[in-house]
């Protein structure tokens, strides 16, 4: 069997999204932390439309920020990797005819489509570095040339207590990916306490060419990023194997 690394390294971490689900209903908490309410709050000010037609959430989970949305939205797409999250989003979106909810793992693929708004909230993170540009691309590609791009990413010195995240993912490198690698123009831009909210639009005189040498420096951080995470994980995975085999005697 061909050794594919970055399908591995992909459902695993979709296995452990799924599995935080199955553990407990908003493991997060985003329906019951004022955080998250106040969160939800400023993201929706920023949103520069009184009303939007066809919009898309990727990495949605159960639904919270779509069903707030919803009522800005004559339609809005909410998709994610975890099959439980979706489970639930859907069942109480019987309640909200306008959304949709659909398992689908951003990574590999995005809906067919063409959106006015993309919601884009705490995701970015758990893509993995060396997919994260593709996966932008893919979503201006499906962005009208009028269509907005509502990005919203804890700043990096928040970034880490989730510990399956790479490490270096904060807001700051990850909105870089739209502005400065596919120019997408900024709108506006909301430094709050620990996060940030961008929402941007696509530039129409972007012909999708990238610098190289920004490329190349991507990939550099990207590797280190990478072998940063592998060596944290391995060493995590050593210990805990070493404590087991102890226990044992
Ligand atoms: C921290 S939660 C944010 C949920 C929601 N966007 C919000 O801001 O309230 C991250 C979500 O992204 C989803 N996710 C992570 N990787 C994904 C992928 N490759 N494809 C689709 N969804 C993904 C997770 O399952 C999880 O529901």
């Known amino acids: 069997m061909k050794w594919r690394a970055d399908v591995i390294k992909r459902s695993s971490q979709a296995d452990r999204l799924e599995a935080f689900y199955q553990e407990t209903e908003d493991p997060w908490g985003f329906e019951t932390e004022a955080y998250e309410r106040d969160r939800y709050q400023a993201t929706l000010a920023v949103l520069d439309r009184v009303r939007y037609e066809n ?50 793992d951003i990574g590999a693929s995005l809906p067919a489509g063409e959106f006015d708004l993309i919601i884009c909230s705490e995701v970015f993170y758990y893509i993995h570095p060396f997919q994260r540009l593709n ?10 040339p009028e269509g907005e791009l509502l990005l919203v990413h ?10 399956d995240v790479y490490g270096e993912g904060g807001a700051e490198g990850l909105h870089a990916l739209f502005t400065r690698y596919l120019r997408m123009n900024v709108i506006e831009e909301r430094l709050m306490q620990g996060y940030q909210i961008a929402l941007l639009r696509p530039d129409t005189q972007f012909d999708g060419t990238i610098n190289r040498l920004a490329l190349v420096r991507l990939i550099v951080s990207n590797a280190r990023a990478v072998v940063t995470h ?18 044992r005697d």
């Open 230 to 247: 592998d060596f944290c994980e391995t060493a995590r995975a050593l210990k805990s194997g070493v404590k087991r085999a102890l226990n």
């Open 135 to 144: 996966v932008a691309r893919g979503m201006l590609k499906r962005l009208r």
């Open 154 to 163: 804890s700043n990096r010195s928040e970034s880490t207590t989730w510990p």
């Open 55 to 104: 919009a898309l959430e990727v990495g949605c989970g159960e639904g919270a920020f779509t069903f707030l949305v919803a009522d800005r939205v004559n339609h809005i797409l909410g998709v994610d990797v975890s099959e439980t999250a979706i489970s639930r989003a859907s069942r109480r979106g019987v309640s909200f005819p306008n959304t949709t909810f659909r398992t689908m």
